[in-house]
């Protein structure tokens, strides 16, 4: 069974730093790219990050370059988006997702496209 876990989100002030996590289980981590996107009320879902270990191969938005970091531990089959600096227009649900590429995650996302594998959500709500 493939499972994404999401953890790491919560409420923080402008300015401010959180750390997600996505632990992933049920496929060939190395062969996917996995990161996040985000979606928040009346606005298109985003691509925030991706990361594919198999060729070192990252993607970043350009709302977060500069701010946000993506990594990935393969001996956990985990990935990690460091978010520092953290603006109002940040929050949003951020959803954990794994797909062959990287470039699904290319702004813009067509709408109503599935990725092979996503999680459950984690809120992510900044203060101003």
């Known amino acids: 069974e493939v499972q994404l876990v999401e953890s790491g989100g919560g409420l923080v002030q402008a300015g401010g730093s959180l750390r997600l996590s996505c632990a992933a289980s049920?496929?060939?981590?190395?062969?996917?790219?996995v990161g996040w996107f985000r979606q928040a009320p009346g606005k298109e879902r985003e691509g925030v990050s991706c990361?594919?270990?198999?060729?070192?191969?990252?993607y970043y938005a350009d709302s977060v370059k500069g701010r946000f970091t993506i990594s990935s531990d393969n001996a956990r089959n985990t990935v990690y988006l460091q978010m520092n600096g953290l603006k109002p227009e940040d929050t949003a649900v951020y959803y954990c997702a794994a797909d062959l590429s990287c470039a699904s995650w290319y702004a813009p996302i067509p709408y109503g496209y599935e990725y092979d594998y996503w999680g459950q959500g984690t809120q992510v709500t900044v203060s101003s």
């Open positions: 990361i594919r270990s198999s060729d070192d191969n990252t």
């Open positions: 049920g496929f060939t981590f190395d062969d996917y790219g």
